[in-house]
């Protein structure tokens, strides 16, 4: 019966963790999955959520289905976090928000909604990408291509993005991380981000942020940058926001896909169409993580001690990004390592070969992805040292 269906390989990041877990020497380090780990290498459970927890079980309130839509109160305060709550977009009610099942699930409702209703669009996704961006466009029928983003050694490779952007067809999608690049960690600076969205604008391209590590960066507010630039500039676009890393949320799914759009009137017709699309694969969003979710940023008492441990966790990633270049450094004073404390958030390249990376996992139990992307937020003060010791050994005998 089942003998045509093809073997799936498995996704190469998550069938590492699987390998990693699975690895009986105690001294292994886990840098290949984008999780963020304390300096226990335990994946914190944040107070506020644990407190937003604790309210949700006294009230023991019932659990009816949600709209597809979602509760409108996670949907009113992802507003306020994406825009802040007075911003025109969204007393004007022009943003059409639906709470998604992590920001994948958004970013798989927007890719259907492209689909329908823009359907000679094609998708373009920075090269490299988060790998799953383009499996979830291609397998809603659109087409995907690359424009040039990063050279190893290099960052960010500005001008061949720009020029590449500038000769699509009006009405493309150009999907763009809005802080803290999965994989490289580069990230466009404000002046560029002032500039492409003149070149988004001139030639009627369509923005779609994919706004996964607000908080990572600089700060809550700082990150919304791309976001809220592009509203600025009065342009229609998409963005898909995620809680798993920002609170510790991952398995809980909790995540949002925002249109927006010229008006109030336009708003509601994409609101309905994404509602739709959502009635017809998982019928509505779960519940419990998202009310947690929504208590956290509304209510003062909580929102407080969530804005100070989303600054530890991203000053835990500064120390490290800084700790792992000394270290680097001072091991092999002629490489250039400068990139660890310029790029942003969770990841960053480090230039080593497949060969390299397998080493280090079979002599050392140092999991990084093939790609040579190291999770930065799998270091620790127990193991920086150790890391940078394997990492210095393999670049000495490269050269
Ligand atoms: C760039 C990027 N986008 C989206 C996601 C998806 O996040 P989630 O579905 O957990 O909200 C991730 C998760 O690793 C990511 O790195």
Redesign the pocket.
Known sequence: MFQHVEFFAGDPILSLNEAFLADPRPEKVNLSI?IYADDQARLPALDAVHQAELRLAAANTAKPYLPSEGASNFRGAVQALLFGASHEVVTSRRAATVQSV????G?KLGAEFIKRWFPGSGVWVSNPT?DPHRAMFQSAGIEVREYPYFENGGGVCFDAMLSALDALPAHSVVLL?ACCH?PTGADLTRDQWITLIDLLKARQLIPYL?L?YQGFAEGIEEDAFAVRALAAAGLSFLVAN?F?KSMGL?GE?C?ALTVVCPDAEQAERVLGQLKATARRTYSSPPIHGGQIVAMILTDPKLRGPWEKDLERMRTRIQAMRAQLHAALVRRHPAGKFGYLLTQRGMFSYTGLSAVQVDQLRDEHAIYLVRSGRICIAGLNTSNVEIVAQAIAEKLEHAR
């Open positions: 984008g992590g920001s994948s699930g970013l988060w991380h999965n994919d996964a995620s798993s991952y799914r995540g």
